[in-house]
Structures are given as structure tokens and as C-alpha cells.
């Protein structure tokens, strides 16, 4: 497995931005799947976004297509999460996973809190 340290996480206000970046460690972070979720208290944890090891596809959910983008630099062991364009709905602790293959998430960060003020 490997292991995943998220931060920039915070306090923002409606229609600000916030840039998530998620450290790997190890020497196979590119042979990873990486995915965002995200998870408010009393509720399931959601994907938010993934991406392929070479990073060419990628997926969002539908409430955050066209204003969250994620990415990746194999040679730096991290992903990223852009939030743009932020709700109030959006507020949750955000966790960064890391999968074997497309689906199966079997890494996972401490998470980082992220807080839209309206």
C-alpha cells in the first residue's frame, strides 16, 4: 500500500477557490489510480474525482463537473484537486485514495476539512 498525506484544506467563502494536493510516498505512486471523496458527517463518502496513472482520463461527479479539476505529477508523487467556483454544498472533509486498478480504493489519507462560507 501506500501511504497519503492531504493538505490545503480551509475556510473559504462562496466562489472561492482551494487547491488539495495529496503527497504519496513510495516508489509506485504511477502505477496508482488516484481519486478524491469526500464525506459529511451522518453521510456515505463520495467520489469526487479520479484519474488514471498516466493521467489521460479522468471522471467527476456530476455536481462538480466544470468547476473541480484533478491532476497529477508522477514525478513529484502528487495529486490534486482545483476547486473552483465553490458552494456551500461543497463544504466536507475531503480524503484522497489511491486504487490498484480503476475501482478499488484501498489507500486512503487522513483527510483535509474543507469549509464554504456563504
Known amino acids: 500500500q501506500v501511504q497519503l498525506v492531504e493538505s490545503g484544506g480551509g475556510l473559504v467563502q462562496a466562489g472561492g477557490s482551494l487547491r488539495l494536493s495529496c503527497a504519496a510516498s513510495g516508489r509506485t505512486f504511477s502505477s496508482y489510480t488516484m481519486g478524491w471523496f469526500r464525506q459529511v458527517p451522518g453521510k456515505e463518502r463520495d467520489i469526487v474525482a479520479r484519474?488514471?496513472?498516466?493521467?489521460?482520463?479522468?471522471y467527476y461527479a456530476d455536481s462538480v463537473k466544470g468547476r473541480f479539476t484533478i491532476s497529477r505529477d508522477n514525478a513529484k508523487n502528487t495529486v490534486y484537486l482545483q476547486m473552483n467556483s465553490l458552494k456551500p454544498a461543497d463544504t466536507a472533509v475531503y480524503y484522497c485514495a489511491a486504487a490498484a486498478n480503476w475501482n478499488d480504493f484501498n489507500s486512503w489519507g487522513q483527510g483535509t476539512q474543507v469549509t464554504v462560507s456563504s
Open positions: 484519474i488514471n496513472r498516466s493521467g489521460v482520463y479522468t
